[in-house]
């Protein structure tokens, strides 16, 4: 058989032979060992680990790579960053906005991110973020999936203009609901945009993704109303809440009840570990909270959790190069996930829960499937984030669209020179 093209020696799962995988129009038309295939353009994998690109449910390409403008965020905390945006948010260009995140785009691509879920603050009048970002969308829809959720970064009641503005953002082409209830002036007021925006969204027939509880404060309980209203709308599978911190410090006995809660509205998690980690626990002395979301117990209940990078060099966190493997990296470390299993669970938070997530079709390694793949140096996805992998090659629907070189250091130790061997022992 003749196609487009043949990975060849793809290790696909873990401890299993390897296989050939052969693509044809974009799409994968047989999977198998040593296949005759002839092809266009063949990639030899080497035995390394093949999977489907990486998953960003939770971004803010708006505010990407802008760290700086007007000025580095001193204090680390969420408000200063709030503030320092909102600066900025009203001198920037569309012209800015769109050179920012096509540069950020870039490295998204290199390192393997060829989804991205990026909310857009829709709380400037003049709406230059949305025009920007759905230029964005529209440039980059050959090369990687974008979703924008209409964000009221001001507050939904507590920004005047914020419900006008959200849905001439959703009229103009936004594809999903969003809000941030802990930031509304009160507790009442947080829960009444939570109700006010699922039936925006339920009427719509949109989806639903919230910054939700992104505080140390115990009492925040947002995602409680956002998991009822979930159920009264029938939007099961279509909502998420992003961030969810304050869920790390809640009593015991409430958080059960809470998860419990969430299972069964079939809410998905969506924490954000590089920025949870540096901007909860802010207002502690010690000992200082981690500030992220119970994971473990999230997956004990059969909640779905996908992991966002959130920010990159923005103005709530400074550092960053859209590696989602260094997401899933600091979710173990923080999260105390480092069980075998826990650790190829976080995998999966980047890759395939994430899918879901974000309602990506035909997403995954099977024939029918899109031809979209990572290729990276090393042997399974705990190796992978380990040495935080080089990937060798990024692949969407047949075509390369990246290529690094492997990593490879020679030393010089009793004479001789001799390359290192990084593979460990997974
Ligand atoms: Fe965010």
Known sequence: MHCDLLIKNAQIAE????????????????????????????????????SPPFVDCHFHLDATL??????????????????????????????????RAMRLCRWSIAKGVLAIRSHVDVSDPSLTTVEALLQVREQMRPY???????????????????????????????????????????????????????????????????????????????????????????????????????????????????????????VAAIPNPLINITLQGRQDTYPKRRGLTRIKEMWANGINVAFGHDCVQDPWYSLGTHDMLEVAHMAIHAGLLTAPEEMRHAYEAVTNDAATVFGLENYGIKEGDN????????????????????????????????????????IQLMGKTEKVDFSGTW
Request: glycine share 8%.
């Open 144 to 266: 990687m999936d974008i979703q924008l959720v209409a964000f009221p970064q001001d507050g939904y009641f507590r920004d005047a203009g914020a419900h006008a503005r959200l849905l001439r953002a959703l009229d103009m082409g936004v594809d999903i609901v969003g809000g941030i209830p802990h930031f509304e002036r009160t507790m009442q007021e947080g829960n009444e945009s939570v109700v006010a925006l699922c039936r925006l969204a339920a009427e719509r027939g949109l989806r639903v993704d919230m910054h939700c509880d992104e505080t140390d404060d115990p009492q925040s309980r947002h995602i409680e109303t956002l998991a009822s209203e979930t159920i009264r709308h029938g939007l099961a599978g279509r909502v998420s809440g992003s961030h969810l911190t304050s869920l790390h410090s809640m009593d015991n006995y409430y958080a059960t009840k809470l998860l419990t809660l969430i299972a069964e509205a079939n």
């Open 371 to 410: 031809a979209d793949f990572i290729i990276l140096q090393a042997k399974n996805p705990i190796e992978a984030i380990c040495n935080r992998a080089t990937r060798l090659f990024v692949i969407r629907r047949g075509h390369i669209l990246a290529q690094t070189a492997p990593l490879e250091t020679q």
């Open 15 to 50: 401890n299993q032979p390897t296989v050939d995988i052969v693509c044809t129009d974009g799409k994968i038309t047989a999977i198998g060992n040593a296949l005759n295939a002839t092809a266009e353009q063949t990639v030899e994998a080497n035995g390394y680990w093949v």
């Open 66 to 99: 802008s760290a700086g403008n007007p000025r580095r965020n001193k204090s680390g905390t969420l408000l200063e960053g709030i503030q320092l945006w909102g600066e900025l948010k009203r001198q920037q260009t569309a012209a800015e906005i769109v050179t």
